[in-house]
């Protein structure tokens, strides 16, 4: 995963950023995975480094569990679509005896 690192203040102060591809096993469905971007600032203290801020973000339009849901509403549309017309047919044949 590409990522860039830059340091400013007589390198006391470093701000690094980058992507990353996350895997997630959940219980109820199988694995999925997202792509994350992330931005780090840390800060030298002493002879430690410490991490001041870090955020982590993903595309929340557009991954593979909107896809997932958006089939999903398809297949129950289209189920309950079919089901309706059987129902009604069924129904228009009991009406006419």
């Known amino acids: 995963m590409p990522f860039s690192c830059f340091f400013f203040g007589n390198g006391e102060v470093a701000v690094a950023d980058g992507t990353m591809v996350d895997e997630f096993f959940p219980v109820a469905r199988g694995p999925f995975s997202l792509d994350s971007n992330w931005t780090s600032t840390s800060a030298k203290t002493g002879e430690r480094w410490q991490v001041v801020s870090l955020h982590l973000s993903a595309n929340v339009f557009t991954n593979s569990l909107l896809a ?30």
């Open 68 to 97: 997932e849901a958006e089939r999903a509403i398809w297949y129950v549309g289209a189920g309950a679509g079919c089901g309706g017309l059987l129902l009604g047919w069924l129904l228009g044949r009991r009406r006419r005896r």
